[in-house]
T-cell receptor
């Protein structure tokens, strides 16, 4: 059974702090790893990672994948209150059809 | 950008009744889309894969006769929860992967 484990489950920080969210996985047919931000309802796509060691960056967010150790991290620098959300990690084991297994998410709260 | 429209966003129904949830892509076509369910403080759990023009594929433990999926066109998929029970109360969300999710439907069965 495919498994995705995220840590921590929740995190409270102050504006300006840097946070690192973790995602480890065990899947039988790894294709890619994806990060999403879920604020209220629909998850918003952040990154898709397929290759080890190549950092993907978007503004203050960045992510990297380690396929040997089977984990990924999502970094957020200079956090803002608008970063408060649940961050979901998912692994695609379905190829082009993107059959995703999600972790439980990390609830990030950024206080002013 | 692409938009996925899911409705209703919230529905309350009585036990034993059926509820239909629609998921529509507004500016792209998809032969495959996914339906997920999310209980409070839990992960998004894949229920089924909806295939345009053919039968849906259900995950283990999901009753296909209870959760009817119809993918009638390349832009519309529906999930019908039949004979709903309180334990079916959950957040249901459709996805045209990997980037696009519907807004979700909060179902409460009373």
């Amino acid at each position: 059974e495919d498994k995705v484990v995220q840590s921590p489950l929740s995190l409270v920080v102050h504006e300006g702090d840097t946070v690192t969210l973790n995602c480890s996985y065990e899947v039988t047919n790894f294709r890619s790893l994806l990060w999403y931000k879920q604020e209220k309802k629909a998850p918003t796509f952040l990154f898709m990672l397929t290759s080890s060691g190549i950092e993907k960056k978007s503004g203050r967010l960045s992510s990297i994948l380690d396929k040997k150790e089977l984990f990924s991290i999502l970094n957020i620098t200079a956090t803002q209150t608008g970063d408060s959300a649940v961050y979901l990690c998912a692994v695609n084991s379905g190829g082009s059809n993107y059959k995703l297994t999600f972790g439980k998410g990390t609830l990030l709260t950024v206080n002013p | 950008g692409a938009v996925v429209s899911q409705h209703p966003s919230r529905v309350i129904c009585k036990s034993g009744t059926s509820v239909k949830i629609e998921c529509r892509s507004l500016d792209f076509q998809a032969t495959t889309m996914f339906w997920y369910r999310q209980f409070p403080k839990q992960s998004l759990m894949l229920m089924a894969t909806s295939n345009e023009g053919s039968k849906a594929t259900y995950e283990q433990g999901v009753e296909k006769d209870k959760f009817l999926i119809n993918h009638a066109s390349l832009t519309l998929s529906t999930l019908t929860v039949t004979s709903a029970h309180p334990e079916d109360s959950s957040f249901y969300i459709c996805s045209f992967p990997p980037s696009f999710f519907g807004q979700g439907t909060r179902l409460t069965v009373v």
